[in-house]
């Protein structure tokens, strides 16, 4: 755990960054029942340029960062919200990544709320959100 | 699209058999042929509830769909035995369409997720899922979906999850490619 209760506002939480492939992808865990993820011609049919990541994959990504940084504290009374805004293509290069935005005392505890996104190798945004965490 | 992009998207898809095209082929008609997804097809007051017994496999699984090695959630953790990662049950709340089939085209565009509760691997869950509204944004046909999911076998809620899909990528009006 990285963050404690002095950690400032501002404090840019340690990124993590992946490669996206697209067996992994169209896999039992994300988008094996759905083609868009994993077949090209089926994308293409449905308006997309090529398959896309399921958005659960950026999030899972997010939640990496967030364990990372704050342990064990992201799995009780934490809420986040994730949009995916843009789609990730397989070949990208992504990175989830966070910045702490409010930090407020409850009850001899901080609640920490993080302001966090995934961008691709362009700097794109391709997902953004918050995530609100005590320690 | 620039042509740096095209060739990076290029060389990420492998070239497939004739074999394996042909099958995928015939396996993505199964998948639709299994399918009634459809913006259509979900009645305002939809509702699905099922468990999952949340296996060590199940949870491998999805940290291998992701290449996270934390060893929290294959042994011990910082709760005694080893726990889901903290968006597991995000991801198990797609499932709250099965009843419909596969959801060929249907893309997640975001939630809002609460957890209350650490949740052990081995634990079997209930979620409760319930359309929140149906309705229509740029174009394109979104649905909204409320989950509780709660330990089924004392009944205490451990997260919950709101989640927006749209039916299809494609906008309202464009043709078919």
Redesign the interface.
Known sequence: MIVTKSTPVGFELPGVK?Q???Q?MG????GR????HW??E?S?????????A????S??????M??QSF??A???????????ISPI????TVTAKGVVRETTPVGGHIRFKVEMWVENQDGKLVTVGSAEITV | MSQAVDARRAAAIPPLTEEQARRRREYIQRLKGDSSWGFESVPDDFEHTWERTITPEAVRLYTDGVEEMNPWYESESPFGKAIVPPFFLSRESAHCFDPLGPGVGRVHVSHETELLEPILVGTTVRLKAKVGRKYFKRDRRYIDVNIDITDAATGKLLAREKRSVIAEYRKMGEASS
């Open positions: 992946k996206m492939v697209i992994l896999s039992s865990a994300w029942t759905n083609p868009i077949d090209y089926t293409v049919a449905s308006g997309l340029p090529a398959p896309i399921t958005g659960q994959m999030t899972a990504y997010l939640g990496e967030l364990v342990g064990e992201v799995f009780k009374g934490s809420k986040m919200q994730c949009k995916y293509f397989a070949g990208d």
